[in-house]
């Protein structure tokens, strides 16, 4: 025992030592049990307890530094996800805040009249346009100096013109497709009101002559004179079916043209062949068939007049 215990704690070897020379072996080692015994307790409790304070406390650390990463994970998250969700809610996304102000302007034109009836109590079809549109304004004095000496590409129409609100749709995707910068609008009837249209107006009389109703924006007969080669006739019809030929041509809606340097280059009247209105006086809504062929005949235009089509000599 004696040997045992001097490997653990040298006071008790002292002890017993002094006990041998006093009180014999009896004595001896009935103090030295007594004292290992004392001893043993309190090293035991040590032992145990030394340990496991560090264990439990670092286990209780690391269990919550990982519920506060995945609880600031979660909230980040959810922040984008509403703040991306508000941006697009709210019309602030990057598409709607880089439109210019023309950009908005023909875009609100056009979808304002959704769902809305005509004066002759047709339906204004319902269409959605791109905010990132290229469509810029021009005046009929500007149109005219393009047509004269300018180049450019030029749309005429107006927002409520049936024929119009079919075209505009895949005439914006035709030119997101070919990568024009723009495409120049002038708006034959602002505000969507005929007494503001930019052409002249005739009637017939009870004898069947044409009487002069309204006349025209004053640059009108110089965007008609460049044109005359790719445009109608103005002709009105009687309530006996007859025609009659008012002398002069007639732009009518939606015209495309594109001119280099004051010279003509390509056109498009209208959207596709045979789209016309019904007995009732309702006009159908393109088919998909129809609206690839208008966009394949509007790039194909666009392309050409970028220098990216087909040559005189072919493809």
């Known amino acids: 025992m004696a040997k045992e215990e001097s490997k653990k704690k040298s006071n008790t070897v002292k002890k017993t030592t002094v006990s041998k020379k006093t009180s014999g072996n009896k004595v001896s080692k009935s103090s030295s049990s007594k004292v290992v015994s004392s001893k043993k307790a309190p090293i035991k409790e040590e032992v145990k307890e030394t340990p496991k304070v560090p264990a439990i406390v670092q286990e209780e650390n690391h269990f919550g530094r990982t519920i506060l990463a995945a609880a600031l994970i979660l909230v980040m998250f959810l922040a984008g996800y509403l703040s991306i969700k508000y941006k697009m809610d709210s019309g602030t996304s990057k598409e709607r805040y880089n439109a210019t102000e023309d950009e908005k302007r023909f875009k609100d034109d056009y979808e304002s009249l959704n769902g809305t009836t005509r004066s002759n109590g047709q339906k204004n079809k319902n269409i959605e346009i791109k905010s990132d549109n290229n469509i810029v304004y021009i005046s009929t004095q500007e149109a005219a100096e393009l047509l004269d000496s300018g180049s450019g590409v030029i749309y005429f129409g107006f927002s409520s013109c049936p024929w119009c609100r079919n075209l505009v749709p895949v005439l914006v995707d035709a030119i997101s497709a070919t990568g024009l910068d723009k495409v ?26 044409p009487v002069l109703a309204k006349e025209a924006d004053q640059y009108y007969s110089k965007i008609l004179l460049p044109l005359a ?27 495309i043209v594109t001119v ?32 690839d062929q ?15 089509g087909c040559q005189k000599d072919g493809c």
Not at 190 to 206: A, F, H, V
Not at 231 to 249: H, Q, R, W
Not at 260 to 280: P, Q, R
């Open 229 to 255: 080669g790719i445009l109608d006739d103005y002709v009105l019809t009687s309530e006996s079916g007859k025609k009659v030929n008012i002398g002069e041509k007639r732009l009518f809606a939606p015209t």
């Open 294 to 308: 208008l966009f394949n005949t509007l790039t194909e235009m666009f392309s050409d007049y970028l220098g990216n």
């Open 260 to 291: 280099k340097d004051g010279e003509l280059m390509k056109y498009h009247i209208g959207t596709v062949d045979n789209h016309e209105k019904d007995d009732n006086g309702d006009l159908r809504d393109l088919t998909k068939e129809e609206e």
């Open 184 to 209: 120049y609008y002038v708006d034959v009837r602002p505000d969507d009101k005929p007494q503001n249209d930019i052409r002249d107006r005739y009637e017939l009389s009870n004898r069947g002559k």
